[in-house]
């Protein structure tokens, strides 16, 4: 395979620490996190517009200058396809600025570890809807539950679940995106330079934090970066305590997921979508909690290698 696809690593380093693999020093580094910010931002609205005025085009927007797409499936495909192209991006900064392959942002084995991934798979689908459970019970508590639970599957159609099928094809490259940036290419920044995990923690949240408040616009409150804090620490504390990316890779996958099957249901239903609060949304929270627990846990019994050999 070639060599900016997967390389060898040094043996007995934790996964904060493979960015040591890079032969270059930390200004070079840091220069490839600004690049890579300047480039995945450009490419994914690049990508985006594209494929709204497909879309527009298509039948399924207005003719305006905000190109609005009508359809939901195709508003999924505008958030799909510039996360692929994302990922690109994040390959090409990575081999670029840095010198070394993908395999080091993936796990301390320099490769998938497809087994340990299933396990992940099963258990994000678990504690995801272990989540939405938790939240619909409490939100009971406190009146923030306002709809029956998953009532958005009522919506989900199996005459008109083509496009949908293709999107969740099509998850797995888009989503992984978020873990190869955040808890790869920037939590392992600072590892050129330290030996401490901190700064890298703290680094890879403040990128999430920001890169959230940019995707949600004007629409980002406190609730939204407490949800954002988490999320981070949360795939933080995975990669560092099982040794690579696949728990981390799963539970987004399998986040965006629901939310994208929520997303067609609501619009078949032709209802809207009304904001999580209260104890509804600290369900959510202890939903990601509760997974990286038991993914820490299964790690340890299953004796998932967490340095490199």
């Not at 999924?76 to 900064?93: D, M, Q, R, T």
């Not at 094809?169 to 330290?194: C, D, E, N, S």
Request: glycine share 10%.
């Amino acid at each position: 395979m070639a060599a900016w696809v997967r390389g060898p690593i040094p043996p007995g380093l934790r996964f904060h620490l493979l960015g040591r693999t890079s032969p270059h020093r930390l200004p070079r580094v840091v220069a490839s996190l600004v690049v890579g910010a300047v480039l995945v931002a450009a490419v994914a609205g690049i990508v985006r517009m594209l494929v709204r005025a497909v879309a527009v085009s298509a039948g399924f927007g207005e003719e305006d200058p905000s190109r609005k797409v009508s359809d939901g499936q195709w508003d999924l495909l505008g958030s799909v396809f510039p996360n692929i192209a994302v990922l690109g991006c994040v390959w090409a900064v990575l081999v670029v600025f840095q010198s070394r392959p993908l395999s080091t942002l993936t796990s301390v084995e320099g490769t998938i570890r497809h087994r340990w991934l299933g396990w992940c798979a099963c258990m994000a689908a678990a504690a995801v809807f272990a989540g939405d459970m938790l939240s619909f019970l409490l939100g009971q508590l406190d009146g923030s539950t306002q709809r029956p639970f998953y009532y958005w599957a009522e919506g989900l159609s199996t005459t008109t679940m083509y496009p949908t099928l293709i999107i969740i094809v099509l998850t797995v490259p888009a989503m992984a995106w978020w873990p190869y940036m955040m808890w790869g290419l920037v939590l392992q920044a600072p590892g050129v330079r330290t030996g401490s995990l901190w700064p890298g923690v703290a680094l890879a949240t403040a990128v999430s934090v920001i890169a959230d408040g940019a995707l949600a616009g004007g629409q980002y409150g406190p609730r939204d970066l407490l949800t954002s804090v988490v999320f981070a620490l949360t795939g933080c504390a995975l990669v560092v305590f099982t040794g690579g990316l696949e728990a981390g890779l799963a539970l987004s996958v399998m986040l965006f997921l629901k939310n994208a099957l929520k997303i067609l249901g609501i619009e078949q239903l032709q209802v809207q979508l009304l904001p999580a609060g209260g104890l509804y949304a600290f369900g959510q929270y202890a939903g990601l909690v509760l997974y990286a627990i038991a993914a820490i846990a299964l790690a340890r019994i299953l004796r998932i290698r967490t340095v490199s050999p």
